[in-house]
């Protein structure tokens, strides 16, 4: 099981298909990360066999580019339309995911979304868990896709 | 007994049997959690038969009063301890909810909890959900506890 491998497939088959944008894919991160910074957080919990935390941080100007494909017209404020446009996105992957562990023999079940929106806010997870992070770039800049989560014993 | 009455019995359950602190309800429900200032939120995700998530929104210094009742020692700054303390009530409420929504517990997973903190921030569904907000107070001052449930 290659969870970043699983995360770089998840995020660009999403973007691919429903915004046809072809991701810069980044270089994995394993283990603690420092501070994230961005602007809206949509963050997804996965249980079952993993327990899990995905969240998609994205600064402003990605966020609202990302809904501006999505929605076809223009968006520069951060509003519902961005919370639920990028709530959407990290339901999706968070889809492509289970769909991938499933073929492992790995089983969960997706919550449902909740974005966090702020000029300054720091996310952090249980300590002790695992943790992969894949940075991903459009023409507007950075976005971050993290998944935390643990084994169910 | 609906979901509100069970949700304030957990929490005050929680609250004397775990933290010891003792804990009562500060008021009617609430519309919207709204803008959060110096808080630290602590959510965790339920899936299975209901899709929804828990969250606990604590002011900082009501925050590090909880966690230090909790951990048994002085606290006077968001730290790991604060997020982990945090986090791990998220968990213990989220497992009560789990057993209040599903007659035997078992069609619902938690995820992982998770904590937000921060200056100025903002905590929502993304999308079309009942919600379940109720305030609290303790003796340092009040946090609320919201439910989202997908509807």
């Known amino acids: 099981m290659d969870i970043g491998q699983d995360i770089v497939n998840a995020a660009t088959d999403v973007f691919s298909t429903m915004l046809m944008i072809d991701l810069v894919v980044g270089e994995p991160v394993e283990g603690a990360g420092g501070e994230v910074t961005s602007n809206i957080s949509s963050m997804l919990g996965l249980g079952g066999d993993i327990r899990g935390m995905l969240a998609v941080h994205c600064p402003a100007a990605v966020a609202m580019a990302i809904t501006s494909g999505f929605l076809g017209m223009d968006v520069d404020t951060l509003n519902e339309d961005v919370k639920d446009a990028i709530g959407e996105i990290a339901n999706m992957i968070a889809g492509n995911l289970k769909i991938a562990f499933a073929g492992y023999g790995v089983k969960v079940e997706l919550a449902i979304p909740t974005s966090v929106v702020g000029e300054s806010y720091r996310v952090g997870g249980m300590l002790g868990a695992k943790r992969v992070a894949v940075p991903f770039g459009m023409e507007s800049g950075q976005f971050l896709v993290e998944l935390k989560y643990i084994v169910n014993g | ?151």
């Not at chain 2, 069970?6 to 008021?27: D, L, N, P, R």
């Not at chain 2, 110096?38 to 009063?65: E, F, S």
């Not at chain 2, 606290?75 to 007659?103: C, F, H, P, W, Y």
């Open chain 2, 1 to 151: 007994m609906d979901i509100s009455e069970k949700i304030i019995e957990s929490t005050m359950e929680i609250f004397s049997t775990m933290v010891m602190m003792e804990v009562s309800v500060a008021g009617p429900p609430l519309q919207e959690s709204g803008t959060l200032h110096d808080t630290i939120t602590g959510m965790i995700g339920l899936a299975g038969t209901h899709k929804g998530v828990l969250a606990i929104h604590i002011p900082n210094t009501v925050a590090m009063a909880i966690t230090s009742s909790f951990l048994g020692m002085e606290v006077d700054s968001i730290n790991d301890d604060v997020r982990d303390a945090v986090g791990e009530l998220a968990n213990m409420l989220g497992g009560n909810v789990k057993t209040i929504l599903s007659q035997n517990g078992r069609d619902i997973e938690l995820s992982l909890p998770s904590t937000i903190a921060g200056h100025e921030y903002g905590f929502q569904a993304a999308t079309d959900v009942e919600m379940i907000i109720l305030p609290f107070k303790t003796e340092n001052g009040e946090f609320l506890i919201e439910l989202q449930l997908e509807k």
